[in-house]
């Protein structure tokens, strides 16, 4: 899919779900990799994944699409356009838009095993930590 056709799929999904008309631009973008699009309030853009596109198909990305479509018109509206407000969740769930963007096939998030292993001067107890801590004395 190229930018114009993008174009013109967001403001077909806005005009039909919405009722409102999407006067910015579209565009895709290849390096997104873990979201499947996101809305710019500055100059109210809204950019689409190029891989989640062509992997998960487009039954997939007219959720994302109304995902980023919420936050646009409840922008430009001047309600809650954040994951976290009523307004946002409201018409997420009116549209049927998708709240997550679902991961890439074979891109599963690595488990990151323990970094750190404290020891205790006295007892001997290990404590394992993925982050650097500070303890103090009895701990090395």
């Known amino acids: 899919m ?4 993008l ?7 806005s005009l039909r779900d919405f009722k409102r008309p999407f006067r910015h631009r579209a565009c895709l973008n290849r390096r997104l990799r873990t979201t499947g699009g996101r809305y710019f309030l500055s ?11 062509e992997q998960l198909g487009k039954e997939v990305m007219v959720g994302v699409i109304r995902h980023e479509l919420c936050h ?9 356009y954040r994951h976290r407000d009523t ?12 709240r997550h963007t679902p991961p890439l096939p074979g891109s599963q998030r690595k488990e990151r095993p323990y970094r750190y292993l404290l020891l205790c001067r006295s007892c001997g107890q290990k404590a394992y930590r993925k982050k650097r801590m500070d303890v103090g004395g009895s701990w090395s």
Do not use: M, N, P, T
Not at 2 to 5: I, K, L, R, S, V
Not at 72 to 80: E, M, P, T, V, W
Not at 87 to 98: I, Y
């Open 2 to 5: 190229d930018e114009g056709a």
């Open 7 to 13: 174009q013109a799929w967001v403001e077909e999904i």
């Open 43 to 53: 100059d109210h853009r809204i950019e689409v994944s190029h891989r989640h596109l």
């Open 72 to 80: 646009y018109h409840l922008h430009l509206q001047g309600k809650g």
């Open 87 to 98: 307004d946002f969740k409201k018409l997420l769930a009116e549209v049927k838009g998708l």
